[in-house]
């Protein structure tokens, strides 16, 4: 794909972008404010730009005069490049010399894989589907030849694939003899690989064997995602009209939703507790399955894929979240010593939990550590390849608990932190999920104290998700809108900053800018959950790399995961002390890093006893009675900490800050 | 147990019985006739006989006066023996000399194996079950130690027991965690070998392990039988309140019913063809398995153990049987080439279809050679230990088919025959199978042609099952009153050959002497029915020897299993010309062979993997278009055969006979 230029003027900054990207978004990833409180959708009218030179697509719009759209001037939301450019911000929008110090210079962001490199961190395997789908053809019986049918089949598969030792399922058997009948001798196998060897599960008149799918869901407590993955391709499914246009998000098949369990609690205690109850555990796991059926039917929908398709399941959750789903009692989970019920699950029928796929799917669930290092977490460190390694590398996988794996290829340890769902959107007045209409990116003007957001889609918006979390208080903190205690400053700069229901408040977006007909505000007490949600996180990954004598200074890579969208501004997030102040060349964003290792884990034998070799080498530090962990909370509990030698950039910016003002 | 002669007069037979053997049932296996035509039920009292000397136990009876009792007189049918004894038969019972010299001397009927020799019959095993139960002991975890229960409790066995690769049962896995602590860490836990391994299938408190059951059962297509065996006992359980007392039957607890399927036909073919009606395949397999969860239900009845002690269950079957019973299509079986579905078939968990047992027990079915020779053949020489031997055996399996194998333990080779179930009971007017009630043995006076019968239980007959239709038959021949074509001779000589409704018969016993009644008769029909039977055996078994170039002769050994109860008289059988004729010390009689096989796979890991060998060894030969062998059938639509020089033996009691009459 062609590579342009844009450069921003007055500020000078400029950015590489791919062909077509779209303006606005070029704008807040080179760190160009301009003002956009519609989130993209092109409604507000208010990132006007000019276009000095160069080569863009961008149609009239209402809020443009025929005399501007003359002269040059566009809707940045509007415009898709189309060459090298030059863009005149106006004044308006345009942040002053001495405050553009102060956001510092943006590195190009390198941590954001792309689809195809994201599998490159994991070597020494090929597409080698662990169920996988074979032709297989037969010379019919004759009396001097009239062993068994399965017997023939098997020898067949043998023959001519080289396989051996296959078990057969016994649904398999009761059918087969019809089927390869009608089928003509020639027939289309499934075969899955399991620690025992291969096992025979379906068996159809001639199909194309290159249609095999898998879905491989990521259960969080909060946040459930799913993808449909086209095995043989090894890839995420595409949506037949799914051609991102820039405003569509679903280009693949990938669709998340909210756990329906967050309707009897929270967090994982509250659930486990009401799994105690008479007839609570069956009703949590038809729930959770229930979400996960909803799921498949929109993976299934959008990808136009049929259901008998679907040959194999994959499933990464946290150790509570995979055996509501098994529906195993989690009681022991919660009570001292923390003891979950199995390290490896085995391979477990999808209609015998409710999963409404083909009676030949099996379930793989992805195993755990301990009660609060479960399966996803082994998935992302099976996924972004830590356990290959001689690199140092700290994994943080960022949801509803913050678990943080510390390691290489010769040892692993891990915590895990309660951090609160306040990235997922929970405990946050207008949070939500990472989807369409969310608040994915923000950029406050230090002067005007004016939003840019974005939202994903460039729709209305309707919430802020974790990302656009992170960029407003880091927003927020470095206008000197609110303090490093998480307090709005009520110096009445800006009418944006109010006095509403719950307190103090910024108005991120106007009531009639969103589509849900209500101002949308981050009060300060979703600053408060936030805060407590990063030091949790952070002082998990203290106390892991203290319990074996190492610094954050030691760490060769840093590898981020959790389901905040396409993008997480690293030095946002290092601004308020949720991450480590690190080069950020050390960084790696995954994103939904237990999605990947599930999506690995279809695409490869091989990666299936790694899996199960990362649980066993795995140690987990427990927290629960941990004093040095509440310590290093407490000291935490400060944007971005209380420790101002470990963030000497961030002091250095707020130094630039306070010179300024 | 101490043995006693007992020694009759005046023929001066005599014979070794065991202490308290019933002394009528004494004299019938000496060969010495005692009129008595209700079975040993002591209702006749024609068995009159006087003690000459020695000791028995014998009460008063009706039938005798005091006086008569006074001078030794008893009923034979009430008497137990106690010690060597002189037994006076009088003249109303008496055959004379010249009556007896056609009778033949008997051999001691070392055919007959004792529980114990029956297990001897297969070298090199232990007791070992493949499913077998437990004691493990775990410490509690602590948070020093908290690794998942199943780990805990895997590990615990492999230190304990030295038991590695285990996979667990999913089941077992949701109820673990309370269980363990319920149990305090003390369980008894349930392991199966499969063909991949051991597999943990049930977890309990801390029990008595060796308190191990299983069921095994024979599914015939007219017959089900089926046993409950202690596993660590090595034996068939012994009912709690069935000391033999030699009226009593089910001393062991082993139950049997007509497979209620008949009611669909009688022959595989008929169900086969109703398998393919609509709903048809579901009807039969629930309704086979509705005979099994009878005959469940009366072994734990009888036995007194808890449903919940039993771990697994043993079938063997033909192939259709098995396929019916599993739910697969038997269509295949019966259009040529004959193709069964599987020879191998997983474990299939037993309330999967519909067995009423505990959710942890599988079904083992054994493995299977052809649609004709099935599971319970493989069982059957799995039990004689025919693939263990250098010496040439024949096995003939008789029941509603005949199946035969020839080999030893470097080859093996089997036909089928459809014989017809004469020999359970179907298509003979009185016909029953060998149970309570049933004519198991008959003698005819040669003089006065008044019977002798013995039921099974010695009560009040209520018909004739497979043996007593052969001591039938046999005594019929000898006596003159039936021709080597199966037709009565018309001489008037008693008036217990008449005409009845459905052509001549015999009365074996009369209305008032019986539980039905009604009299109990033998038609010429019921005879031509058994010849045909009789015929389609024979004539498999010698088309099997001439297809690989050896005679009769040449065998060293001949084992004859079918549910015959506990008596077949070898004599009668090759005097009808059912066996060769060859020395009675090359017969061995194993019963139910199928049942044998099943008992020894349950009791040994070792079987386990033999039955399979076997299996895979043993070549069939298909008769459906075999033209020698519908030679061979119409040869031996005989008593005992046109080839009258392959019974030189019969031929000279015949010739005897003649000269006397």
Redesign the interface.
Known sequence: MDKYKVTFHPSGRSISVDEGENLLQAAMEAGVHINASCGGSTTCGKCKIKIAGGAADSPMHPKLSPAEYEEGYRLACLTSIRGDLNVEIPPESQVDKAALALKGDREQASYLLSPKDIYQLVQGWDVDPTVFKIHVEMDP???E????????LITAINRQHGINGI????RV??K???IL?EAGWKVTVTLVLT???YKLINVEPEADSRQNYSIVVDIGTTTIFGQLLNLNECKVVACPDGICDGTRLFALAEASDYNAQISFGEDVIIRIVYAQKPGGLKKMQETVVGTINGIIEELLGMSRIDRSLISHMVVAGNTTMTQLF????P??IRE???????????P?RAVHLGINLGEHVHVYTFP?V??YVGGDIVAGVLGSGIFQREALTLYMDIGTNGEIVLGNKDWLASVSCSAGPAFEGAGIKFGMRATSGAIEEVSINPHTYEPMILTIGMVKPIGICGSGLIDAVAELIETGLIDQNGKFRLDGATERVRKGPDGYEYVLARKEETRINDDIVLTEIDIGNLIRTKAAIYAGCKVLLDSVGLSFRELDQVIIAGGFGRHLDLEKAMFIGLLPELEIGKFIFVGNGSLLGARLLSFSQALLKEAERISLMMTNL?LS?HNGFMNEFMAAMFLPHTDAEAFPRVQERLRLKKKAA
Chains 1, 2 share one sequence.
């Open positions: 019986p004759t009396l030849d009239n062993v068994s049918d399965l017997t023939r078990s057969t399922d016994f058997i009761m087969l003899s019809r009948r620690r025992k060897g098994l529906g195993i009692d009681k022991y001292a010593p923390y003891v979950p019920t199995a390290h490896f699950i085995p477990v755990m301990a009660s427990e009675n």
